[in-house]
């Protein structure tokens, strides 16, 4: 509400697996950074300590007030490899807070507890607007028998009611039930946010919004992109509602915002078209659909990008551009910020684009 813009990231060296989470602020709009911040620093580490995806949350009525999430894995030694009980894993979610613009920030401590062989990933915060100490922390709780090659992916969330110095138990709402992503034609690897939830909450009535991938809508036959939501501050949660288009191809990846006027917008990709037999490229589209009904329909989908040539990505464990994107509201507009490849350039092969809708 003062103007401050925050942001962060997981900084690491993979030489020696150094990492940390980092925080800045601007208090011009971005034009200059400052109060670089270490939130958690693991300066020696052999590998037991690893921090991932993390999240940054300005408070939209209490200046000067912002919170940073983010889980961090923890092995039972730093030699993983050579421990016959590698897999005594666990991953709790992690809190810090500043109240003075982002100058300085509170000790890491542990909000979203997990036992042996259980883990948090993609812990975001939002805000109730009209509770503006009333916080909820939404996040993928993977749990028993989850193994280093097996997940069992829930959709849950803790809540706070005190601007963060207390959080209720974990709460599980639903299982995200998702498979890989594959190109159809080939079965390529295709890395997307299978297993991250995304949350959002309207900036007037305080209803929640949750989008992710899953298998539910196709009998299980492959991921599309569900909307669940509450009305009632997570105590329930609706059935889930197919977002994407259904035209019998994969869709991955959403994002979800609430502009102003309550309107509930989800973004995604999909191979809607990709052609059968063609092997040799795999044409991927990016849209936006926008519900007036607060997620219960759909208006017809607006093209914002594609086709681009998915192949074209970098390959990190499948071709990759991106396992979450972005999507910002100024007012009544939509901003998306996302990745699309580059088709055939394999010098650049991607770019990170933004419009507004």
């Known amino acids: 509400p003062d103007g401050i813009v925050y942001a962060n ?24 950074w400052t109060n670089v911040t270490r939130l958690v620093d693991f300066e020696t580490n052999g590998g037991q300590f690893s921090t991932d995806k993390n999240s940054i949350t300005a408070n939209p009525k209490l200046p000067g007030v912002a919170y940073s999430v983010w889980d961090t894995l923890i092995g039972p030694t730093d ?19 500043t109240s003075d613009g982002g100058r300085t920030w509170s000790a890491p401590r542990v909000i979203f507890p997990t036992t042996e062989r259980n883990q948090t990933i993609g812990n975001i915060i939002v805000v109730d607007p009209n509770h503006p100490n009333v916080l909820y922390d939404f996040t993928n709780w993977i749990i028993q028998p989850a193994t280093f ?13 005190d601007g963060g110095a207390t959080w209720s138990t974990p709460r599980a709402i639903r299982d995200m039930n998702v498979i890989a992503v594959t190109d159809p034609n080939t079965g390529a690897l295709i890395r997307t946010g299978d297993i991250l939830p995304e949350p959002a909450i309207d900036p007037s009535t305080g209803q929640l919004y949750i989008v992710y991938q899953t298998t539910d809508l196709s009998g299980g036959a492959f991921d599309e992109v569900a909307l669940i939501t509450s009305t009632d501050g997570g105590a329930t949660w609706s059935e889930p509602v197919r977002v994407n288009t259904p035209t019998g191809a994969q869709a991955f990846t959403p994002s979800v915002a609430v502009n102003s006027a309550g309107q509930v917008g989800v973004t995604y990709y ?33 093209h914002i990008t594609g086709s681009f040539d998915m192949l074209t990505a970098p390959f990190a464990r499948g071709f990759f551009v991106g396992d979450y994107e972005a999507l910002g509201v100024a ?21 990170v684009f933004a419009t507004r809708i």
Do not use: C
């Not at 993979?14 to 709009?29: L, Q």
């Open 9 to 32: 990231a997981v900084s690491f060296e993979r030489i020696d697996n150094r990492n940390a989470i980092v925080a800045a602020a601007s208090y011009d709009g971005g034009l200059t």
């Open 79 to 97: 030699q993983p490899d050579d421990n016959p009980h590698a897999q005594a894993f666990t991953g709790p979610g992690f809190f810090s807070m």
């Open 149 to 161: 090659k097996k997940e069992h992916d829930q959709i849950a969330f803790i809540k706070s009611t």
């Open 270 to 302: 999909d191979f809607r078209n990709l052609q059968p037999g063609n092997a040799t490229t795999l044409p991927t589209d990016y849209f936006i659909r926008i519900s007036s009904d607060h997620g219960q329909t759909f208006a017809p989908d607006v």
């Open 331 to 351: 007012g009544t507009t939509f901003i998306p910020f996302f990745v699309a490849a580059n088709s055939g350039n394999t010098s650049n092969r991607t770019d």
